[in-house]
């Protein structure tokens, strides 16, 4: 990573730091591009010089990373042509904290309407400048017309106790919508938004 040539890391803790990151970045990526989920475990980590001398050695870093043997990737209906490669992704993320703040909500192992929707709400956010309508606005144009209302259908579901139960953003109880969206719809709806965001958004 050029973005980890760049940045002079001048403590062990910050390294740590560090690589929980790259851990939690590469597991939202491989979660939200790769169809199949296997977790290994990263239980080290050493700081090195120049030389590859150990600076300092050894520590247990209680996170995960999602890893497949297959390099098929996800396309979406706008027919945005994916990076191949993930280097292109990582870099932004790494040097992008409004990207790393919506894939931080990838790194938790359950998909969730609550997750999800703070995925939803950083991009949103993000691109409308803390406007959320103009940021809805936004990410509407990015979508074919047929998926338009998916974003209104989507947040209606989330927010709706009734439709989602104890996964919902709100206590208040009120009417479910009239058209619902089921939770494995909803992730790939939302991964398609972060997914368009990330590749044309820097």
Not at 87 to 110: C, G, P, V
Request: proline share 1%; with cysteine.
């Amino acid at each position: 990573s050029s973005y980890l040539n760049f940045k002079k890391i001048k403590s062990y803790n910050e390294c740590i730091k560090m690589a929980e990151k790259l851990l939690n970045i590469i597991n939202g990526l491989s979660k939200i591009l790769f169809k199949i989920e296997n977790y290994i475990q990263s239980n080290s980590i050493n700081l090195i010089d120049k030389n590859n001398r150990l600076i300092e050695g050894y520590t247990w870093i209680n996170c995960s990373l999602t890893i497949r043997n297959n390099n098929s990737l996800m396309t979406n209906d706008k027919n945005i042509e994916l990076s191949t490669n993930l280097n292109k992704y990582t870099e932004k993320i790494l040097s992008d904290d409004d990207f790393y703040r919506a894939f931080i909500f990838l790194h938790y192992d359950k998909d969730n309407w609550r997750d999800l929707y703070c995925i939803y709400e950083v991009i949103r956010d993000v691109v409308g400048n803390g406007n959320g309508k103009s940021g809805e606005k936004i990410i509407k144009n990015w979508l074919p017309d047929k998926d338009k209302s998916m974003i209104n259908i989507f947040t209606q579901t989330a927010n709706s106790i009734k439709a989602v139960k104890e996964q919902a953003r709100h206590g208040k109880v009120f009417n479910a919508p009239k058209i619902k969206m089921n939770l494995f719809d909803a992730k790939n709806f939302i991964y398609k938004i972060l997914l368009i965001w990330l590749e044309n958004y820097s």
